[in-house]
T-cell receptor, first 110, second 117 residues
């Protein structure tokens, strides 16, 4: 069964460092997303990506965030200069009609 | 504005019994989709079931069914014959056009389900 794959599963980084979270969406899906879940809270939309460009972004997705689909299969989220409050679970998702999520990357900023 | 509300922060159910997790939504769109996801303690987000707003029949997937009441704007998840492995957080989510057509999901706050042996 096709699935969304995220790497790494856990990442610990120092405040101010750059991190790149990687995702391989389901191959025939056209819509890609990043969501964030701070511990114990609900899942929040960050950004959607369609036809090789951002189609929508939330208020959370400020200038320190960027997304790329560099090679037609991977979909990455970059956080340029991490802050303590960026600590969260980050989910990649892809969809046609149904939306499937990866297993998440737990990011801890220390 | 689009909104999803899950009013039950926590629920308990006895193993082998059925349980209903509540979800109400608010949208002005006629075309929308409703999703339920399971999040076990390991953290992944597992798709369970989907209901489209124009689907005439309630969705079912194995032990999961969705009690869709369009007029009341509710989309409750029913889990039959609960198993210990059903203990998890459950999220209701909605996709509608809203202000854009990006297909993003809006999530409720989640319900923690604990199945007692």
């Amino acid at each position: 069964e096709p699935e969304v794959t995220q790497t790494p599963s856990h990442q610990v980084t120092q405040m101010g460092q750059e991190v790149i979270l990687r995702c391989v969406p389901i191959s025939n899906h056209l819509y890609f997303y990043w969501y964030r879940q701070i511990l114990g809270q609900k899942v929040e939309f960050l950004v959607s990506f369609y036809n090789n460009e951002i189609s929508e972004k939330s208020e959370i997705f400020d200038d320190q965030f960027s997304v790329e689909r560099p090679d037609g299969s991977n979909f990455t989220l970059k956080i340029r200069s991490t802050k303590l409050e960026d600590s969260a679970m980050y989910f990649c998702a892809s969809s046609q009609i149904l939306a499937f999520f990866g297993q998440g990357t737990r990011l801890t900023v220390v | 504005a689009q909104k999803i509300t899950q009013t039950q922060p926590g629920m308990f159910v006895q193993e082998k019994e059925a349980v209903t997790l509540d979800c109400t939504y608010d949208t002005s769109d006629q075309s929308y989709g409703l999703f339920w996801y399971k999040q076990p303690s390991s953290g992944e987000m597992i798709f369970l079931i989907y209901q489209g707003s124009y689907d005439e029949q309630n969705a079912t997937e194995g032990r999961y069914s969705l009690n869709f009441q369009k007029a009341r704007k509710s989309a409750n998840l029913v889990i039959s014959a609960s198993q210990l492995g059903d203990s998890a957080m459950y999220f209701c989510a909605m996709r509608d056009k809203g202000s854009s057509n990006t297909g993003k999901l809006i999530f409720g706050q989640g319900t923690t389900l604990q199945v007692k042996p």
